[in-house]
């Protein structure tokens, strides 16, 4: 097969890919959900240097898409938000990270 | 922001994290001089009950600081997290050793007591054993904690809680200090290094590490992007 070919099958991976997934902010919320079983937001600020709007954007859309779960209960008096991924948000995390590998193993040099 | 995404890198750069308040470095450097503040006790000819009574009171007030400060500090600053199943695996691990070096301990005080009160022999009494016993579990448990926790400064505090036992008998043979001195020198100096440590993350900590203020009525939604 020609360099040029398996380029051009490439093309319709790229294409596959979650875009949800794919936004650098996003991908590192999930990156760390995956890596923990669950975290709170000013732990997840703390880790991505996101701001307190910016994250709260990104995971409104998480949330949405079925991605991320937000459980918020109250410490004593004050309220307290969890977040962890859901089994539907692990799964399309691995396969972003397959569909990301797969794309970039196929590239030609 | 980093894009790095080597997964066990970004898990163990989470976890390292709850470390850097400086408050466990405080707390073993402070277990450290409480054990100095013993030996000097123990000469000062205050009675024996008395002085475990004041050093158990500074050990429950170290622990309390400790508890405090992570609760109405470090969280707040740094939010909560909790770990996957191989993190609590390692975990369990360094708490399994904890465990056994503290039974181990607490049969060496109670033979030690058996020896005292005449029910029980002494085992080479002659020879410093204890200190070299005590240097190797502090080396092993240490070790086992920091590998586990991945945490590498505990291989110094190890180190550092190794030593003074050991340390102080031979500065006690050598030298015209007695060995209630010696002891208090050189656990006094090892238990100072971790504490000098702590303050320093504990400081820097509280710098990187200000209250979040919450809502993006305060923060503002401006900064949101796609």
Redesign the interface.
């Known amino acids: 097969m020609s360099k040029s070919e398996a380029g051009s099958e490439t093309l319709p991976t790229i294409g596959d890919i979650d875009r949800l997934v794919h936004e650098p902010a996003r991908l590192m919320v999930l990156a760390l959900l995956y890596v923990v079983e669950s975290a709170d937001f000013t732990f997840l600020m703390n880790q991505t240097g996101l701001t307190w709007g910016n994250l709260s954007s990104h995971l409104t859309k998480l949330e949405e898409a079925g991605y991320v779960e937000i459980e918020k209960e109250f410490k004593g008096k004050k309220p307290h938000t969890m977040l962890h991924l859901t089994d539907e948000g692990r799964e399309a995390f691995r396969e972003y990270r397959r569909s990301m590998k797969q794309v970039l193993d196929d590239l030609p040099d | 922001?980093?894009?790095n995404?080597d997964?066990?890198q970004?898990?163990r750069?989470?976890f390292r994290?709850t470390f850097q308040d400086g408050l466990w470095d405080i707390f073993l450097g402070l277990l450290l001089l409480n054990m100095g503040g013993g030996t000097l006790l123990g000469g000062s000819g205050i009675p024996p009950l008395w002085s475990m009574v004041a050093l158990t009171a500074f050990v429950c007030a170290v622990l309390a600081l400790f508890w405090a400060g992570k609760k109405y500090v470090t969280t707040?600053?740094?939010?909560?997290?909790?770990?996957?199943?191989q993190r609590k695996s390692r975990l369990r691990r360094v708490r399994v050793v904890l465990f056994l070096s503290v039974l181990m301990g607490v049969l060496m005080f109670l033979w030690g007591l058996g020896a005292w009160s005449g029910r029980l022999p002494y085992l080479l009494a002659e020879l410093p054993i204890p200190a070299y016993v005590w240097a190797v579990q502090c080396v092993v448990v240490f070790g086992v904690a920091a590998y586990f926790m991945d945490v590498t400064r505990f291989y110094f505090y190890g180190v550092l809680y190794a030593l003074p036992f050991p340390l102080g008998i031979l500065l006690a043979h050598n030298t015209a200090l007695t060995g209630t001195l010696s002891m208090a020198i050189t656990f006094g100096t090892a238990g100072g290094i971790p504490v000098l440590i702590g303050v320093v993350l504990f400081v820097r900590f509280l710098r990187r590490?200000p209250l979040?203020?919450?809502?993006?009525s305060?923060?503002?939604?401006?900064?949101?992007?796609?």
Request: no cysteine; net charge negative; glycine share 12%.
């Open positions: 922001m980093t894009t995404m997964l066990q970004l898990e750069k989470a994290s707040p600053r740094m939010g909560l997290v909790e770990f996957g199943p590490y979040p203020v919450e809502g993006p305060r923060r503002g939604m401006s900064d949101v992007e796609e």
